[in-house]
């Protein structure tokens, strides 16, 4: 028998993926707990668990089908009585997910998430019409429902034709207001524009998240307003393109666009925000203006993610990344060039479908030229209905395995290095948590340079007699390094080394 809305009053939530779903399990989690259920971390204490899922890669998938499958087991051993599947995997894989799992209770597309506490309750959709934008819920005996995303071309113009005639289209942006926050008092995400026009060969976002919609500066400035009333200090910009922000809505070369908006909220957020750092660049559209925003603004920090994926422009054309190698070094640097301190972030894929060794060779060579301070690599991941799935010459496995090796090793060469020549120098690290405290008291945290962004670079060890607090900013000194972190102590102190810890705090 399934539960009821009354039965349900608490829930646990899962959140997987990548900084935009977190937003959005945020943003779900704040609705149930306006409605009055109780958010637990226990599995076993909740009436229902949800699951956000990643369906990026084919891993992505693997560990959101393991996430769901034990949620089952529990929905199955009678510890809880409903389970909601929400997210990227939903919205790409709806029909297959509930044959493959058939004790999910409802489906929740990445547009309907404003409906989570139907879902979770267990009230009925109230509309039969799954189309473009709206509510997306599948229960076990419902009939099958259209994509609200097409995942061809062809597919999204057609949709788009029927929307029109209905009337209908996706929303302008997403509200991520009245969130309940899973990072951290002191950091963020704000989300500045949601899905992609770039239609890379290998990336499936636009199939799921659909097409590019950038949020008003007025309306992103009051979210960061928010989210600095409840304690942030630090604020990471997030949308699938951010270089591209506001060309879907003719702000681009208007002084409204990525330059604009950066301009705009470094003079307008609260001046308890003291850093804003941007995520998800794109190369193609990096302007000189964008530039010059990220070397003149005060309280954006020398730091910019930017996803290049390869350096060598056959690859580029054949993963249509609409750049290439000239134009991606000179881009690379002038921004080494014009914005003091800067360090830069990429991620890069490898094995692409019919890379060869000379290919890959030169993007070690690249790497190890010392461009970045940090370097993700990814092994090519063929995703159904993306053009790259579909190219003859895929390499295998162990090939894969063996280039991300080399890859990583050449970037590692270049941190140790980078990192012994910063003894000795003085940064400004923001203050995370503590980590401990040894046996002569001193105690230990984790902290972040302007140059790591959280969760996905390294770290900075700060020693310190005094005790310190999260988003507490402090001038530290670099007295040693840990392989990719670095260590030191306040300016003030006169600890040196990351002191052996005794126990936790």
């Not at 958010?39 to 084919?58: K, M, Q, R, Y």
């Not at 200090?233 to 591209?244: F, P």
């Not at 909220?265 to 925000?273: M, N």
């Amino acid at each position: 028998m399934p539960a009821t809305a009354s039965e349900i009053e608490s829930v646990a939530f899962v959140s997987l993926g990548c900084a935009k779903n977190l937003v959005d399990s945020e943003r779900m989690l704040g609705l149930l707990a306006a409605d009055g259920i109780a958010v637990t971390p226990d599995h076993d204490e909740a009436d229902a668990i949800v699951i956000n899922t990643c369906g990026f890669l084919e891993a992505s998938k693997t560990e959101s089908m393991a996430e769901i499958n034990a949620a089952i087991d529990l929905k199955e051993a009678g510890k809880v009585k409903r389970v909601v599947v929400a997210g990227c995997l939903v919205q790409r894989h709806k029909t297959k997910l509930l044959a493959d799992a058939p004790g999910i209770d409802k489906l929740v597309g990445v547009f309907d998430r404003d409906h989570i506490v139907q879902a979770v309750r267990g009230e009925r959709n109230g509309d039969d019409d799954h189309y473009l934008g709206k509510y997306h819920a599948v229960t076990r005996s419902g009939s099958a429902t259209t994509s609200s995303v097409a995942s061809t071309p062809a597919e999204a113009i057609l949709n788009k034709q029927a929307a029109g005639k209905r009337g209908m289209r996706l929303p302008t942006f997403e509200d991520d207001r009245a969130r309940l926050r899973l990072t951290p008092r002191h950091f963020a995400y704000l989300r500045m524009s949601e899905g992609c026009n770039q239609g890379c060969g290998f990336c499936t976002i636009p199939s799921i998240r659909g097409p590019m919609r950038s949020k008003p500066v007025d309306h992103i400035l009051a979210e960061g307003q928010e989210l600095a009333a409840d304690g942030a200090v630090e604020l990471l910009l997030i949308g699938q393109d951010t270089t591209s922000y506001g060309t879907d809505i003719g702000w681009f070369g208007q002084g409204k666009g990525l330059a604009g908006l950066l301009k705009t909220l470094d003079r307008d957020l609260p001046a308890d925000v003291a850093w804003v750092r941007l995520m998800y660049a794109y190369p193609s559209c990096f302007t000189d203006e964008m530039i010059d925003a990220l070397a003149s603004c005060r309280r954006i920090v020398p730091y910019v993610d930017m996803p290049l994926q390869h350096i060598n422009t056959d690859v580029l054309a054949r993963m249509r990344r609409k750049v290439d190698r000239e134009l991606t070094t000179t881009l690379v640097d002038k921004l080494h060039d014009r914005v003091p301190g800067l360090a830069l972030r990429t991620t890069f894929i490898t094995g692409t479908p019919g890379e060869t060794e000379a290919e890959h060779q030169e993007l070690v060579d690249w790497i190890a030229e010392g461009h970045f301070e940090h370097v993700g690599v990814f092994e090519y991941s063929p995703e159904p209905g993306t053009p790259m799935g579909r190219m003859d010459g895929q390499i295998g496995a162990e090939t894969k395995t063996c280039r991300y090796g080399e890859l990583m090793e050449a970037q590692q060469r270049v941190v140790f290095e980078r990192n012994a020549s910063r003894v000795g120098q003085t940064v400004e690290v923001i203050i995370d948590a503590s980590q401990g405290q040894a046996d002569d008291g001193t105690l230990v945290y984790a902290g972040r340079t302007t140059g790591q962004a959280p969760d996905i670079d390294s770290v900075t060890y700060v020693a310190s007699k005094d005790e310190l607090h999260a988003g507490q900013i402090v001038d530290v000194t670099i007295s040693d390094y840990q392989h990719y972190d670095l260590v030191g102590e306040p300016k003030r102190s006169t600890a040196r080394g990351l002191p052996v810890l005794a126990k936790s705090l």
